[in-house]
């Protein structure tokens, strides 16, 4: 199992590094509806908060939002940032009654809480901090550190750990 979500974290869900940046982005992106399921039956047993992109690749806002979540996602490591391409995964955007792009649809234990329409950075943020959990930040670093099959794997999992611990024990 542990082999299986670590592979879907690198593989189907993948964390695409920006090339101006040393650190791979916490955006897991997905390509195919099987890795897509999976993901979404796991966090569906976890009360963790899922935000859901649904973008496409020639849409301007979209492209606008793009480094806005991932600095979001790099901030709320407690919550899991997904992305959907609209025009990969139509079956996918459909089950969530997307109709427009970017759409932002904020999901706990398999249910939605809330949605954004549009490039609207301040709702979208605002609306994270309402509804994420008050879990320590750590958590999935510290699964993922468990998970790794690799040691750069677990290295690189154990540096974000204690980067999200230091974070975590500043709001202290």
Request: net charge neutral; hydrophobic share 40%.
């Amino acid at each position: 199992m542990g082999s299986l979500v670590s592979s879907l974290r690198r593989g189907g869900g993948t964390g695409e590094a920006d090339p101006l940046s040393a650190e791979p982005s916490r955006v897991s992106s997905f390509h195919s509806s099987i890795s897509w399921q999976i993901h979404f039956m796991i966090s569906e047993a976890s009360s963790q908060l899922m935000v859901i992109d649904f973008a496409a690749s020639w849409c301007p806002p979209c492209k606008f939002m793009e480094p806005i979540v991932d600095a979001m996602a790099s901030t709320f490591t407690d919550v899991d940032f997904a992305k959907i391409d609209v025009d990969e995964l139509p079956d996918v955007a459909q089950e969530f009654k997307v109709q427009g792009m970017p759409t932002f649809v904020l999901v706990k234990k398999g249910k939605e809480v809330d949605r954004v329409v549009g490039a609207k950075k301040d709702e979208l943020q605002e609306k994270i901090k309402k509804h994420r959990a008050p879990l320590p930040s750590s958590r999935l670093s510290f699964v993922m550190c468990c998970y790794a099959k690799t040691f750069e794997e677990r290295s690189q999992a154990k540096s974000r750990r204690r980067l999200d611990e230091r974070r975590e024990n500043a709001w202290m």
